[in-house]
């Protein structure tokens, strides 16, 4: 489609193209050489403020500490609001009309909500009404109001990775005399654990970003509450801001990669193999697509 | 039941959110059409540029960029934009700045994903009659990206309302820190969560409703 947007460039475009490059490797420039220029001015650029992160002390008493409480909160709160997510998925579908209203507003509820303001809660209700000690209590925070918000995200995550499947599943499934229960359990569940796994992955690099958040309100020491510190340490606010950036760019690459090959790898195994499957390929990419968009699009 | 409210401006933070929401939304809808428009032109070094903008700013958490916005841009490159002695109005508008730019990424991928919607004789048709590549971005293509894209873009909208909330990590007076300075100091901590929950729901529930029927009645029946 890209390509399809202008001619093959002829002599002229050429010529304009080059202009235009040329321009905006001007406007780039001059960006660039203004804030090295205000750097260097304040000193940001000094060798002394970069050394500390050439040296193992920065990193061990700094900045691995806070990746391993962004690490932690993260896969805590994956861990917890998987099951949590998985069931209030289920509950949607379910047959019963009081099982499935109170799990849509539940979801509905808490996917309205910024993770921030269940963080606060969580929090405050910690600290009034449980006796946590306070090192503790901003992880407690951050991985409840995480749990809470992604929940309710794999929560529709989960049901559009069952809807996804062909009709001919459940039906077959009750045509062998399967119970409702053992239809998800052994037959549905089973099944779209694979179409969900890329839409999980990339979930959880929204829910490392906003361990972000508890650094920043709830002294949570994670890496940007390290970079604080470190930061007071030895007064490199830029650096610090930069290799900060820098690792949490790193780590979410990896995981948004290795999503996109998982999904890869998934299409291709789905198309390699047999009968059922021409059916799901029909169903699977639109309902995975929709909350796709609202899984991916909420940063 | 309610008298813990007296003697706190809710309405007026919520008032914040929404100026802050607004600001931010208008600001990244023109720097992520740009950004889209960058990724689609034929020079390479804008391709590229907003490729790398998209892949680095959607990776950094958004607190990251609203502390850098305050500690960074403001302290050491001396941007004020305009409110250096002002320090709410300057926390504000650098806080319009970080959501805007982190949320224009979205917004990029966004119209991007439209201009793949519109059908490749569209474009074909419009450079056949001779347009240049900004006309048949202006006058055939965008256009019926952007009424394909609405859905997709109340979703970012809905996420940059809930977003805002990150501006309280600089200060900003928005609903967040209302409520972290309420729950502190009064003792109702459900009464007053679910009072801004609900204000929350209320900010967002409408703009879901109404543009998802926009979407619906704008999308290009194809």
Known sequence: ?299 | MFDFLEGYDLLGAFWVTVKLTVFSGIGSLVLGTLLAAMRVSPVPLMRGFATVYVNVVRNIPLTVIIVFASLGLADVFGVTLGAADDFDEQAFRLAVLGLGGYTAAFVCEAVRSGINTVPVGQAEAARAIGLSFTQVLRFVVLPQAFRSVIGPLTNVLIALTKNTTVASAIGVTEAALLMKEMIENEAQLVLISAVFALGFVILTLPTGLFLGWLGKRMAVKR
């Open chain 1, 1 to 299: 489609m890209t390509s399809v947007l202008y001619d093959a460039p002829g002599p002229g475009a050429k010529r304009r193209n080059v202009l235009y490059t040329v321009g905006f490797v001007v406007l780039l420039g001059l960006g660039c050489w203004w804030a090295l220029a205000v750097m260097a001015d304040k000193g940001q650029l000094d060798w002394a403020l970069w050394e500390p992160f050439t040296q193992a002390q920065a990193w061990t008493t700094y900045l691995l500490p806070g990746l391993g409480n962004t690490l932690k909160a993260a896969a805590l709160a994956m861990v917890i609001a998987l099951p949590l997510g998985a069931l209030l998925g289920i509950a949607r579908l379910s047959d019963h009309r009081w099982v499935r209203g109170p799990a849509g507003v539940v979801v509905e509820f808490f996917r309205a909500i910024p993770v921030l303001l269940l963080m606060l809660f969580a929090n405050q209700f910690y600290s009034v009404s449980t006796d946590l000690s306070s090192d503790v209590r901003p992880l407690y925070a951050v991985v409840t109001g995480l749990v809470l918000y992604n929940a309710s995200v794999l929560a529709e995550v989960v049901r559009a990775g069952i809807l996804s499947l062909p009709k001919g599943q459940t039906e077959a499934a009750k045509a062998i005399g399967l119970r409702k229960g053992q239809t998800m359990t052994s037959i549905l569940l089973p099944q779209s654990v694979t179409a969900m796994l890329p839409a999980l992955v990339s979930q959880l690099v929204v829910i490392v970003k906003d361990t972000a958040l508890g650094g920043a309100l709830l002294a949570f020491p994670e890496l940007l509450n390290a970079r604080g510190t470190l930061a007071a340490n030895y007064a490199n606010v830029i650096p610090s801001f930069i290799v900060v950036a820098l690792v949490f760019i790193v780590l979410n690459l990896i995981l948004t990669s290795f999503a996109s090959w998982l999904e890869r790898r998934l299409r291709r195994a789905k198309r390699s193999s047999g009968a059922v499957l021409h059916a799901e390929q029909a169903g699977a990419e639109e309902p995975v697509a929709e909350p796709g968009v609202t899984t991916k699009e909420g940063p």
